[in-house]
C-alpha cells in the first residue's frame, strides 16, 4: 500500500508542478488563496458555527492562514519534493485513505461568500481531492459580510436563506433572484425544507449536468455551471435531467450555449440605436446567399380587437405586406396567452414554413428562444428591451424622445405649474420617458413640478388629478398612428378644463411598420448576417430619427406651442438635441449630470431614479396589481434585485406593454 501511495504522490507532485508553473505564466496565483488577506483587518462580518457538513470539495478554494500554502498548487496539488516530512505525511495519508478504514477526520474551514477556506487538514484536502472526492466531510464557520447593495452579496444573503431549508453549498449564484428561480424550476416553495433523498437527487443531477457543461465550457470562460443549468431549466423541466442520456443532454446545451455565454457576460447586450438604410449593403448580396422571397411571421398574446397594442403590431404586419408586395407572405398567429399557448403558436409559425418570426409581447421571449434554439436557421425577434440572449434580436422605441417634446408642451400650457403624469409599468425605459418628460417641462416652465401616478397599482390617477387641482395631464402613448384616440384623449398629453372636459395636446405614437420594413430590407441586402457576433445579444432601440417613434399633435393645440414642438421635433430626428444633455438633479439632492456629457443607451434603459422636479416614486413589487406583476418581472427596473419570496409562482393574468 505504501509503495502505491509513493506513486501517487509522485503523479500528484508533477500535476502541482505543471499547475504552478501554468499559473505563473499566466500571471494567476501559484498557490491557494488566503482569507485573512482577502478579509481586511477588524472585518466587521459576523462568524456562524454552522457544524459539520460535507462541503463541495471543489469549493475548497484556499486557506484560513498563510502559514503552509507554497506547499500546494490553487487546487491543493502537492509541491514539495519527496524526502520532505510534508511528503512522508501526505503518503502516509494516501496509504489510508486507500486502506480500509479511510480517512475519518472532518477538517476544519471557514466559508465565506460561498468558498471554503481551510484552518486544519490542508493534506487531507490535498490528498481526497488528488483522488477526485466530490465532497470532503468538515465542520464550518461563516464568515457573513455586511449587507450591502452589491449584488453579489445580496445574493449570499439569499444564499443563506437556501441554505436554511436546503442544507447544500452545491450551487452559488452572484446575481439576486437566483435561488428563487431555482426552487422554481425545482417546484419547491422558499420554505420547503428539503429531505436527505432531496439533497441526494439534486446533486446527483447537478453532477450529471455539471459533467455536460465542462464538456463545452474554454476554461478561459467566465461561466458558472449553476448559471447554465438556469437558463437551460428556462426551457426544459428539470426532470429531463433523469431522462436524457449524456449525449442528448450536451446536445441541448450545446444548442443554448452562446446565449449561455451572452447572460453570463456583463457587457454581452450591444444596443443598437441607428437603423441603417439596408439598401447601402447591396454589395453584400454577392458575399452571402439572400432570399428571394421571406415568409413572414407575426406572434401575438391577444387579438387585434382586444389588444390596441396588437393592433399596432398588425398594423405594422400591413404596411410591409404594402412595401414588399408579393416578396414577402405575411401570417398572424393570436392567442400565445401563456407559456404552452406561445410555444405551440411560435411552433407553428416555424413548421408552415416562417423564415422570420416576430413575438410581440416581452413575456413572449423565453418561448421565442426555446424556439430559436430549435430552430437556428430561422430569425426571431421578440418586442421587449435588455434582453441577454444571444439567439434572438430584441426591439423597442426610445419614446422618450417624444415625451420629452410632449413635456415641453405641457409645461408650456400648465397654468398652476402642476403636471399630472400617468406612467404604466416600472419596466426598462420608463423613468428615463418620466424623466425627459419632466425636463421637457421644465425647459418651458422652470418651476414646473410632475405629480407621478401609475396604472399598476389601486386608484384611480385621473379623477385624482382633477379632485386636486391639476389640469394638464401625460397619459398613454398612442401605439398606433390614429387620429382619433389622440382627439378622443384616450392616449396622450391632454388638457382638463374645469367641467372635466378633456382637449388633446398631443402625444407619442408608435410605427412598428418603419421597424419591420427595416429587418425586412436588412435580410433582403444581406445585413443581417453582418450584424451576428457570436455570443453578442443584439437589441435594437431606435428613436425618431428612425421614424418609429413620431409625435402626434393635436389641432387644438396653440400656433405658438405647435411651432415648438415642431422645431423640437426637427431637431431631435436630425441629432442636434438630447434631452439629457444639461445638468439633471435627482429626487435625493444628488447631481446625475453636470452638464458636461449626457448618458450612454445602457444607463438610459436601466435609469432607476426619478428628477428632482417629480413628485412622487417608483412603486415596489408587492404594491403592483397581480396582471402586471410578471411584465415587471420579466422587464422591471429593478428585476435582479426581487428577494426570493417575490419569485413565485406567476400569475395566469397577463398584462404587456400599451
Known amino acids: 500500500m505504501m509503495q502505491i501511495a509513493n506513486d501517487e504522490y509522485a503523479v500528484a507532485l508533477r500535476k502541482g508542478q505543471k499547475e504552478s508553473r501554468e499559473a505563473a505564466l499566466?500571471?494567476?496565483?501559484?498557490?491557494?488563496?488566503?482569507?485573512?488577506?482577502?478579509?481586511p483587518e477588524n472585518y466587521p462580518g459576523i462568524i456562524q458555527d454552522i457544524g459539520l457538513l460535507e462541503i463541495p470539495a471543489k469549493r475548497i478554494i484556499g486557506?484560513?492562514?498563510?502559514?503552509?500554502?507554497?506547499?500546494?498548487?490553487?487546487?491543493?496539488?502537492?509541491?514539495?519534493e519527496p524526502k520532505t516530512e510534508f511528503a512522508t505525511k501526505w503518503i502516509h495519508l494516501c496509504a489510508a485513505h486507500l486502506g480500509d478504514t479511510?480517512?475519518?477526520?472532518?477538517?476544519?474551514?471557514y466559508e465565506y461568500l460561498g468558498n471554503f477556506y481551510v484552518q486544519e487538514g490542508n493534506k487531507r484536502v490535498s490528498v481526497l481531492r488528488h483522488f477526485d472526492a466530490p465532497r470532503i466531510p468538515s465542520t464550518v464557520k461563516r464568515v457573513v459580510p455586511p449587507m450591502s447593495d452589491d449584488p453579489r452579496i445580496r445574493a449570499?444573503?439569499?444564499?443563506?436563506?437556501?441554505?436554511?431549508?436546503?442544507?447544500?453549498?452545491?450551487?452559488?449564484?452572484?446575481?439576486?433572484?437566483?435561488?428563487?428561480?431555482?426552487?422554481?424550476?425545482?417546484g419547491k416553495k422558499s420554505d420547503d425544507i428539503w429531505t436527505e433523498e432531496d439533497r441526494r437527487n439534486f446533486n446527483a443531477y447537478y453532477s450529471y449536468f455539471q459533467d455536460a457543461f465542462e464538456a463545452l465550457r474554454n476554461p478561459r470562460e467566465e461561466i458558472l455551471c449553476e448559471e447554465a443549468l438556469l437558463l437551460w431549466l428556462e426551457l426544459y423541466p428539470w426532470q429531463d435531467l433523469g431522462r436524457l442520456n449524456g449525449a442528448e443532454l450536451k446536445t441541448t446545451l450545446s444548442a443554448l450555449w452562446e446565449d449561455v455565454i451572452s447572460t453570463s457576460r456583463e457587457d454581452s447586450v450591444k444596443v443598437e440605436t441607428r437603423a441603417e438604410d439596408g439598401a447601402k449593403a447591396g454589395i453584400l448580396e454577392r458575399i452571402f446567399e439572400v432570399p428571394d422571397h421571406l415568409n413572414v411571421a407575426f406572434v401575438h398574446q391577444l387579438t387585434s380587437e382586444e389588444s390596441i397594442w396588437v393592433a399596432s403590431h398588425e398594423e405594422g404586419r400591413q404596411h410591409i405586406e404594402s412595401v414588399f408586395g408579393d416578396r414577402i407572405t405575411c401570417r398572424s398567429y393570436f392567442g400565445a396567452s401563456g407559456p404552452a399557448q406561445a410555444e405551440l403558436a411560435i411552433e407553428?409559425?416555424?413548421?408552415?414554413?416562417?423564415?422570420?418570426?416576430?413575438?410581440?409581447?416581452?413575456?413572449?421571449?423565453?418561448?421565442?428562444?426555446?424556439?430559436?434554439?430549435?430552430?437556428?436557421?430561422?430569425?426571431?425577434?421578440?418586442?421587449s428591451v435588455s434582453q441577454p440572449f444571444s439567439s434572438i434580436r430584441t426591439y423597442y422605441g426610445r419614446i422618450f424622445e417624444a415625451k420629452f417634446i410632449t413635456g415641453a408642451i405641457a409645461g408650456a400650457m400648465a397654468q398652476n405649474n402642476r403636471i399630472g403624469y400617468i406612467a404604466s409599468y416600472p419596466i426598462y425605459g420608463t423613468p428615463a420617458s418620466i424623466n425627459a418628460f419632466a425636463l421637457g417641462a421644465q425647459m418651458t416652465n422652470p418651476r414646473a413640478q410632475i405629480e407621478l401616478r401609475w396604472t399598476c397599482v389601486k386608484g384611480t390617477?385621473?379623477?385624482?388629478?382633477?379632485?386636486?387641482?391639476?389640469?394638464?395631464?401625460?397619459?398613454?402613448?398612442?401605439?398606433a398612428r390614429n387620429q382619433m384616440s389622440l382627439d378622443f384623449c384616450n392616449y396622450g398629453t391632454y388638457l382638463m378644463d374645469d367641467m372635466g372636459e378633456l382637449i388633446p395636446l398631443g402625444s407619442p405614437v408608435w410605427v412598428w411598420g418603419k421597424f419591420y420594413e427595416f429587418v425586412i430590407r436588412n435580410i433582403f441586402s444581406g445585413g443581417w448576417k453582418q450584424e451576428k457576433d457570436g455570443s453578442t445579444a443584439l437589441n435594437y432601440w431606435l428613436g425618431m430619427d428612425s421614424g418609429i417613434i413620431d409625435l402626434d399633435l393635436s389641432r387644438k393645440l396653440p400656433a405658438g406651442?405647435?411651432?415648438?414642438?415642431?422645431?423640437?421635433?426637427?431637431?431631435?430626428?436630425?441629432?442636434?438635441?438630447?434631452p439629457f444633455h444639461r445638468r439633471i438633479i435627482a429626487q435625493d439632492g444628488t447631481v446625475k449630470n453636470d452638464g458636461s456629457g449626457t448618458f450612454t443607451p445602457e444607463q438610459l434603459i436601466r435609469m432607476d431614479w426619478l428628477c428632482e422636479n417629480v413628485i412622487g416614486a417608483i412603486p415596489p413589487l408587492e404594491e403592483i396589481l397581480p396582471r402586471s406583476q410578471p411584465?415587471?418581472?420579466?422587464?422591471?427596473?429593478?428585476?435582479?434585485?426581487?428577494?426570493?419570496?417575490?419569485?413565485?409562482?406567476?400569475?395566469?393574468?397577463?398584462?404587456h406593454i400599451r
Open 26 to 39: 499566466a500571471g494567476k496565483p501559484t498557490h491557494p488563496k488566503v482569507l485573512d488577506e482577502i478579509l
Open 63 to 80: 486557506t484560513k492562514t498563510a502559514g503552509r500554502i507554497t506547499a500546494f498548487s490553487p487546487s491543493f496539488r502537492p509541491l514539495l
Open 102 to 109: 479511510g480517512i475519518q477526520d472532518p477538517i476544519l474551514c
Open 156 to 186: 449570499y444573503y439569499e444564499f443563506m436563506d437556501f441554505f436554511k431549508v436546503s442544507r447544500l453549498y452545491t450551487v452559488q449564484f452572484r446575481r439576486p433572484g437566483d435561488y428563487a428561480r431555482l426552487l422554481k424550476h425545482l
Open 348 to 383: 407553428t409559425a416555424v413548421m408552415e414554413g416562417a423564415q422570420v418570426v416576430f413575438t410581440t409581447a416581452p413575456p413572449l421571449s423565453l418561448a421565442t428562444l426555446k424556439a430559436a434554439v430549435a430552430h437556428p436557421k430561422v430569425k426571431f425577434l421578440n418586442c
Open 461 to 479: 390617477p385621473q379623477e385624482d388629478f382633477f379632485a386636486d387641482g391639476i389640469r394638464v395631464i401625460s397619459n398613454r402613448n398612442v401605439p
Open 561 to 578: 406651442v405647435r411651432q415648438l414642438a415642431k422645431i423640437l421635433c426637427h431637431n431631435m430626428v436630425s441629432g442636434t438635441m438630447d
Open 631 to 655: 411584465l415587471v418581472r420579466e422587464l422591471g427596473i429593478y428585476r435582479d434585485k426581487l428577494p426570493q419570496e417575490k419569485e413565485a409562482k406567476k400569475h395566469e393574468d397577463i398584462d
